[in-house]
C-alpha cells in the first residue's frame, strides 16, 4: 500500500472507475516493485525513507494544535508566577520546529511551571503570616472607602510608590489581589520597616516606638510623603 502514489493511497472521495487501480497497486506494488521484490527485502516501517509531505505536515501547528496551546499556558503561567516573585523573565523562548519538538519543550515548561508555583506559594505563606496581625487591625483586603484601601489601608500615594504597576492593572488596593498587596507592602518595608503602620505595628508588637518626626494630633507620628493608617483606633 505504501508504495501506491499519495492521490491513490488516500482513497477518499476515490471514483468508482479508479477502484481497480487501487486494487491492482496493493497487491502488485508501485511500477517496478515487483522487479524489484526477489532482490531486496521490503522495507518496515522504521526503514521508511523520510516523507517530505509528511514531514511539512507534521511542523504544522495545526496538526499539533493542542501540544501547541499547552505549551503557550505552561510558559504564560510561569512568566506570571515569576513576576508575583519579582524574579528576571527567562530567557528568550525557543519555537517549535515540529510536534515532538513542542512536546519536548511542553514537558520542560511543565516542570518550569511547576517550580514556580511551589516557590510562589512558600512566598505567598511566608508574607501573609509576616503580615497577618497588621491586617487584621486594618480591614478587609476589599475595603473601598477612601483614603485608605485594601487590607493594609494604604493610601493613595503609598499606592503609587509602591505598587504603580497594579495601581495601572487594577486602580485601588480594593481591587488588587492579595498577593499584589503583600508584594507593595513588603517592597514598602523594605525601605521603612513597619513605620507606615505605627499603630498596628506597635499593637502586633513590631515596633517599641513610632518612627521619630513630628508629632500629629493623635499622637502619631506624620510620616514623610505616605502614611497608611486606618481611619480610627489610631
Known sequence: MRHCPGWLREGAGLPPVLAPALVACVLAGAPGAAADAGSSPARGPAERPADPHFAALEARPDRCSDVVRALAFYRARAQDLRARLELPAPERSQRPSSCRHARDLVARARALARGARRAYEAWFERAYEKWRCVHELEGSWTDPDPPYWGGLQMDYAFQR????????????????????????AERAHAVRGWHPWPTTARRCGLIADPEPGPVGEKGTAQLPSVAPERRSGR
Open 161 to 184: 510608590t509602591y505598587g504603580r504597576e497594579f495601581v495601572e492593572r487594577w486602580g485601588t488596593a480594593d481591587r488588587w489581589p492579595v498577593w499584589a498587596q503583600l508584594r507593595a
